[in-house]
T-cell receptor, first 117, second 114 residues
């Protein structure tokens, strides 16, 4: 078990460009979450998947944001036409579905820090 | 709607001193409660969690937390801090059902004086 990994760790982009981040969850976890953390704040929920199905999206997730988890394993988060307000740390977490013999807790990756210039 | 308040933005304690970080939550029922720690530029590491049962829970790195339903609080404590405890600490509540997404407080930054 290598934990949750995210790639890239840092991304600098110019306003208006598209960016894509990847998250690889812990292999046996079927739930995957995306959070956004701005400077000096706690993480805020963006969206979550159970297997390949995206079951909930926050109102923070504007139509410029799209997330996928095509085979129920890794996930991608794409931001189109980036804005300076998108600058933040994007965190991915994974967990087991409750009742699968594992207590409910989310394991976080190291995050992708996005800077939009 | 769920919410979490961490009243202290920044706390400074001396190495070896005791520590208490405050957390108050708002939720319609008994939520799942968590404390996470975040070192600079890193993701979050779970320190401890409360789901049900004994209201005093033990975690990693010598931390403990006490759930007080009457005060809607879940304060984190450590009897003697070490310089390596300097970090940002986040309290979070989770829904027992459904998406079980986490709602985090603003965080408390802990500085340790030598």
């Amino acid at each position: 078990d290598t934990g949750v990994s995210q790639d890239p760790r840092h991304k600098i982009t110019k306003r208006g460009q598209n960016v894509t981040f990847r998250c690889d969850p812990i292999s046996e976890h079927n739930r995957l979450y995306w959070y956004r953390q701005t400077l000096g704040q706690g993480p805020e929920f963006l969206t979550y998947f159970q297997n390949e199905a995206q079951l909930e999206k926050s109102r923070l997730l504007s139509d410029r944001f799209s997330a996928e988890r095509p085979k129920g394993s890794f996930s991608t988060l794409e931001i189109q036409r980036t804005e300076q307000g998108d600058s933040a740390m994007y965190l991915c977490a994974s967990s087991s579905q409750p009742g699968q013999g594992s207590s409910y807790e989310q394991y976080f990756g190291p995050g992708t820090r996005l800077t939009v210039t | 709607a769920q919410s979490v308040t961490q009243p202290d933005i920044h706390i400074t304690v001396s190495e070896g001193a005791s520590l208490e970080l405050r957390c108050n939550y708002s939720y319609g029922a008994t939520p799942y409660l968590f404390w996470y720690v975040q070192s600079p530029g890193q993701g979050l590491q779970l320190l401890l969690k409360y789901f049900s049962g004994d209201t005093l829970v033990q975690g990693i790195k010598g931390f403990e937390a006490e759930f007080k339903r009457s005060q809607s609080s879940f304060n984190l404590r450590k009897p003697s801090v070490h310089w390596s405890d300097a970090a940002e600490y986040f309290c979070a509540v989770g829904e027992p059902q459904g998406a079980q997404k986490l709602v985090f407080g603003q965080g408390t930054r802990l500085t340790i004086n030598p």
